[in-house]
């Protein structure tokens, strides 16, 4: 389940990065806003498609009504990890279908960056919500710990790609349907 839910945020990740590296050079004049619109549709497309899954377990395990499955939700609806069920909620699923619903915002560069940040930062905070109100109890916990693997991933994920961006060329040269990528309307 979680793979699914994950394209997501690898998405929203090629998103910002892509804008970075047009922006740093690798890849300006290559991106143009036929890219960025289709990017922003699948955005669009699996920000629904995670509620839809979420409404769908939600649904499942509100009607059932065995203690073992509702323990989950009960836990983050009637304790203090509810402000942060709704932000989830918020963040994952009502912005980025309110801002990308229309077809020119999906086209500009500035709004489908801060939607993709927003998204990423959805992202952590869904896993933060299926993880650890299970471990830590009723109230939300955030230290040294979260911050530091947080930025320790981050910082892993950018010397990665620092190491591959020096290897190779951001645009592949000799790729056969490179003219027709460029050109792509």
């Given amino acids: 389940m979680m793979n ?6 690898g998405l929203a ?7 970075w590296l ?11 806003e036929s890219h960025l619109h289709d990017l922003g549709k699948l955005m669009f497309a699996f920000s629904v498609f995670w509620m839809y899954i979420w409404f769908s377990q939600y649904m499942l395990i509100w009607y059932t009504d065995i203690p073992e499955e509702t323990s989950y ?3 983050r609806q009637k304790t203090a990890w509810f402000p942060l069920f709704i932000i989830n909620i918020f ?3 009502v912005i980025p279908f309110a801002v990308l619903l229309r077809r020119d915002t999906k086209r500009q560069r500035q709004i489908i960056g801060i939607v993709a940040a927003v ?5 952590w905070l869904d896993v933060y919500l299926m993880v650890f109100p299970g471990v830590v109890g009723d109230r939300p916990t955030f230290g040294l710990w979260e911050l530091g693997l947080t930025l320790g991933g981050i910082g892993a994920f950018g010397l990665v790609l620092a190491a591959i961006l020096k290897g190779a060329p951001a645009v592949p040269v000799a790729d056969p349907e490179l003219v027709e990528s460029l050109e792509y309307h």
Avoid: D, K, Y
Wanted: aromatic share 12%; hydrophobic share 70%; charged share 10%.
């Fill in 4 to 9: 699914r839910w994950m394209f997501l945020s």
């Fill in 13 to 19: 990740a090629v998103i910002l990065i892509a804008l």
């Fill in 22 to 32: 047009e922006r740093a050079g690798p890849l300006q004049g290559v991106l143009n």
């Fill in 73 to 75: 939700f009960v836990l």
């Fill in 91 to 93: 963040l994952n699923w």
């Fill in 119 to 123: 998204v990423l930062l959805a992202r």
